[in-house]
Antibody, heavy 122, light 107 residues
Framework: EVQLLESGGGLVQPGGSLRLSCAAS????????MSWVRQAPGKGLEWVSG????????YYADSIQGRFTISRDNSKNTLFLQMNSLRAEDSAIYYC???????????????WGQGALVTVSS | DIQMTQSPSSLSASVGDRVTITCRSS??????LNWYQQKSGEAPKLLIS???TLQSGVPSRFSGSGSGTDFTLTISSLQPEDFATYYC?????????FGEGTKVEMK
């Protein structure tokens, strides 16, 4: 059974940083492209970032470009999201999501974690 | 960016009803359209990919259709466990975008 477990969320002040992790188990992590999707409280889904199975290609939403960095450690079956210069509007549940492909091309997210809550507030 | 517009934003229905949700993209996305179901307090679940491919384990009462810019998710006979919010998502190009969601509530 595919399991994705996010960690690293919490309360941070505007301008601060957080690093989210997503520990994957129940499947062979390295071939699959992965992604982060967020959801502000009571709002819809927003794609944040994606990464190929090798980690060699990364993709970002315009709203976080230059502030967030996605990466992965295939030896540890873990996906990361480094979030810098955080703003109040970044407050959301951040979901780790698996695609069914090696490359981040036309992805559908076939498995999701339970999410990590990030709150940006002074 | 490709804009995704879902309608209606909410609907009230009864068990056994046929429910149809539409999703329109601001430009052609061929069939790169996915549908998700999200229940309150849970992560989303992929129901249908590439417009009409039903995911393993998803009941056959769910179906998807469409191509180009207009797409439909149909629940042929609504069941109690289907009350949830449904999202469409285009995977034609990045940035990937979702519709605003359709909340299916009990009448």
């Amino acid at each position: 059974e595919v399991q994705l477990l996010e960690s690293g969320g919490g309360l941070v002040q505007p301008g601060g940083s957080l690093r989210l992790s997503c520990a994957a188990s129940g499947f062979t992590f390295s071939p699959y492209a992965m992604s982060w999707v967020r959801q502000a409280p009571g709002k819809g889904l927003e794609w944040v970032s994606g990464i190929s199975g090798s980690g060699g290609s990364t993709y970002y939403a315009d709203s976080i470009q230059g502030r967030f960095t996605i990466s992965r450690d295939n030896s540890k079956n873990t996906l990361f999201l480094q979030m810098n210069s955080l703003r109040a509007e970044d407050s959301a549940i951040y979901y780790c999501a698996k695609t069914g492909a090696v490359v981040f091309l036309h992805p559908a997210f076939d498995s999701w974690g339970q999410g990590a809550l990030v709150t940006v507030s002074s | 960016d490709i804009q995704m517009t879902q309608s209606p934003s909410s609907l009230s229905a009864s068990v056994g009803d046929r429910v149809t949700i539409t999703c329109r993209s601001s430009q052609t996305i061929t069939t790169y359209l996915n549908w998700y179901q999200q229940k309150s307090g849970e992560a989303p679940k992929l129901l249908i990919s590439t417009a009409s491919t039903l995911q393993s384990g998803v009941p056959s009462r769910f179906s998807g259709s469409g191509s180009g810019t207009d797409f439909t998710l149909t629940i042929s006979s609504l069941q109690p466990e289907d009350f949830a919010t449904y999202y469409c998502q285009q995977s034609y190009r990045t940035p990937l975008t979702f519709g605003e969601g359709t909340k299916v509530e009990m009448k």
